[in-house]
């Protein structure tokens, strides 16, 4: 079964014996992969012919891209999508003459003859693009697993996990700092290219990486893990990418802890514990209970707890005082379009939860901030092939009323489930918005929590949730 892994020598732990036990940096080396040897890596980039596969909007495939063309690399930029539509992207590599463009499509010529092709995330499994590459022996790198290999004796941390992957990299990100240690972050994160980076990390820092399932691709293809791991939580998502498969899904995701040794560290959040068998590293479970409410000052929801308890855990692997990581935890206020409050307007709240692109992300924040029905929930985007039935069923509990946006999710959800009592519907943001105000009265929540993908209305989630703060920014 797709959620039972067993591996060597299973050693567990609670979290409260990490925090009670000498949990010096001694116990947790700041070495490289023992895998593999860090590398120089201009000589390594200088006048390598590369094929970066998916450019981008989101700024992290255009910051590889000068990297790649700074160091020497004779470099092919292709992706599906137009000249126009990646100007922004185009716009910052005009300085460049060792760059050539594929755009608006791709060419299997791209993938001969190259010394390695840069995938980007999301890139279908049955490329046939990458099978090109392959069949002719060219290796095959992503952005997060290159720059571990490159690395110099540094500690990387790498968080997964369904839900709550963003908030936990954030708090631990802030706990280090806080603590003084030299930390970075990158991976999945949106405006941070993290090959870039190799030109400002040094010997004995920190890394923190926000690793996806297609991140972690790279990571299976390296065979290895980062040394501290912390695995949130497994939920149903990307099954349109998967194609219904989660054995698949948990298989990319499982190489955050796959090729970890006894030495290395690996946190589990208290579901996944229950589901699953691990071995080989040192294992924490992280509980709900191990953080009081009161910790959280700005982070409402059951699952905010268990976001912190991961974090938790990291500071207490790494020695760090609790009372310091309490204070951070107490001051942290969250991140954009996740369950942020953005707005009071006559007593009525408003969220941004932009981010909450599965039904359990926006059934999550229903139960965080429902109070006696008072919710008004905007929804609705692109399918995603994703079981709707558990938020259907708890709508009538938190909701007064729902607005739902267009897409093919919208209509699905429609079709799948017509005793959703669905208020009114609406072709645009602003109408949506519009019409959740003239439903809402005083002590109501208004909650954008769409439950789908973005694509068709929006650029991307992070393009919605600029949108909808815009839109409420001129709301009176």
Request: aromatic share 8%; charged share 25%.
């Amino acid at each position: 079964m797709y959620f039972v892994c067993l591996l060597e020598n299973p050693r567990f732990s609670t979290l409260a014996d990490s925090l009670l036990s000498d949990t010096g940096n001694s116990r947790f080396p700041t070495l490289s992969h023992p895998n593999l040897k860090a590398m120089d890596y201009k000589n390594y980039f200088k006048d390598k012919k590369v094929t970066l596969l998916g450019l981008g909007l989101l700024g992290r495939g255009v910051g590889d891209a000068e990297f790649l063309a700074r160091h020497g690399t004779e470099l092919i930029v292709t992706d599906l999508k137009t000249k126009e539509q990646l100007a922004s992207s185009l716009a910052r590599l005009k300085g460049f003459s060792n760059i050539s463009y594929r755009l608006g499509g791709h060419d299997l010529a791209d993938f001969r003859g190259r010394d390695f092709i840069l995938k980007a995330a999301g890139v279908p499994l049955d490329s046939p693009f990458v099978a090109e590459a392959r069949k002719n022996g060219i290796a095959i790198e992503m952005d997060a697993s290159l720059f571990v290999k490159l690395a110099p004796a540094i500690t990387t941390i790498g968080i997964t996990g369904t839900r709550g992957k963003s908030t936990t990299v954030a708090l631990i990100y802030e706990i280090l700092k806080a603590a003084g240690k030299r930390v970075f972050l990158a991976g999945n994160i949106k405006d941070t290219a993290t090959l870039p980076l190799l030109e400002k990390i040094q010997e004995g820092d920190t890394m923190v990486l926000e690793l996806d399932s297609w991140q972690l691709q790279g990571f299976g293809d390296a065979k290895m893990s980062p040394h501290i791991s912390v695995f949130t939580t497994f939920l149903p998502d990307h099954m349109n990418y998967y194609k219904d498969d989660m054995e698949a899904y948990f298989d990319d995701k499982a190489n955050i802890f796959k090729y970890q040794n006894v030495q290395d560290h690996l946190v589990v959040g208290e579901d996944i514990a229950e589901k699953f068998t691990w071995g080989k590293g040192q294992l924490h479970v992280a509980h709900v209970a191990d953080v009081p409410k009161d910790f959280l000052v700005h982070l409402p929801g059951e699952h905010s707890r268990l976001n912190a308890a991961c974090a938790l855990a990291v500071g207490g692997i790494l020695g760090i005082e609790q009372q310091l990581i309490q204070s951070t935890l107490k001051e942290f206020k969250g991140l954009p379009g996740r369950l942020e409050l953005k707005r009071v307007i006559n007593d009525i709240s408003y969220y941004n939860d932009t981010n909450a692109t599965t039904p359990t992300a926006t059934l999550a924040g229903l139960r965080a901030v429902s109070r006696d029905k008072n919710v008004v929930l905007i929804m609705g985007g692109a399918d995603k092939g994703l079981d709707m039935s558990g938020l259907v069923a708890e709508i009538p509990q938190h909701c007064k009323a729902v607005v739902l946006l267009a897409g093919s999710g919208t209509e699905q959800l429609k079709a799948s489930y017509p005793e959703l009592a669905i208020t009114t519907e609406a072709k645009s943001l602003d109408e949506a918005l519009q019409k959740a105000k003239g439903f809402a009265t005083k002590g109501d929540v208004v909650l954008f929590s769409p439950a789908f993908a973005s694509f068709g209305m929006f650029k991307n989630e992070y393009d919605r949730g600029e949108q909808f703060n815009v839109l409420l920014a001129e709301l009176n």
